[in-house]
């Protein structure tokens, strides 16, 4: 099913790119805020004050987060936070893919294109743990059609691949490790 308010930016593959140095963090997580408001106001699902709270702190870095250190942030809010609080939080805002859950992690990244249905491939940094987002058509129908050969239904491909950032790899060659 297609979402209505998908865009129409098939040909847009970057979702998130590694952030820049010195780049405005706070216009990420205000745009992101902004997009789930948007969003969830035109689905009709609510996007509650924790369930904001919990989309505030994911974007808090371009780094995943996992779910005990959301538990330990929206305690330090109100010690009444419990452990259920966070994971209905969690289910909601992938099931309205604002957030990824990256497996290989075990920890959620926020989505820098929630508008638009998408599987997402992830460019891991084993240096900083940043993570950029891709969503390339063509990679996803060659796995389809490979998956099918085998006479194998794919039913959700993420991928995670795990690298060095641009940031990263520039700090690994001045310490002459570079590969
Ligand atoms: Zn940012
Ligand atoms: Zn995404
Ligand atoms: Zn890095």
Redo the contacts with the bound molecule.
């Keep these: 099913m297609r979402d209505p308010l998908d865009n129409d930016c098939a040909d847009q593959t970057v979702v998130s790119p590694f952030?820049g140095e010195g780049?405005?963090?706070q216009?990420?997580?205000d745009q992101a805020l902004a997009e789930a408001e948007r969003l969830c106001a035109a689905r009709g699902r609510r996007l509650t004050p924790l369930r904001r709270r919990v989309l505030e702190l994911i974007w808090d870095?371009?780094q995943p987060v996992k779910a005990y250190d959301l538990l330990a942030r929206l305690q330090a809010d109100s010690a009444s936070a419990a452990p259920p609080t966070v994971y209905r939080a969690l289910d909601f805002l992938m099931a309205e893919r604002l957030v990824h859950r990256l497996a290989s992690m075990n920890a959620y990244v926020g989505c820098g294109h929630p508008g638009h249905r998408h599987t997402g491939q992830f460019l891991i940094c084993r240096g900083c743990r940043a993570v950029a987002e891709m969503d390339d058509p063509d990679i996803e129908s060659l796995l389809d059609s490979r998956a099918r050969d085998l006479g194998f239904a794919l039913v959700d491909q993420t991928i995670e691949l795990e690298g060095l950032c641009p940031r990263c790899r520039r700090e690994h060659s001045a310490a002459g490790v570079a590969r």
Excluded: G, L, N, V
């Design positions: 952030p780049h405005d963090h216009q990420c997580i870095s371009h």
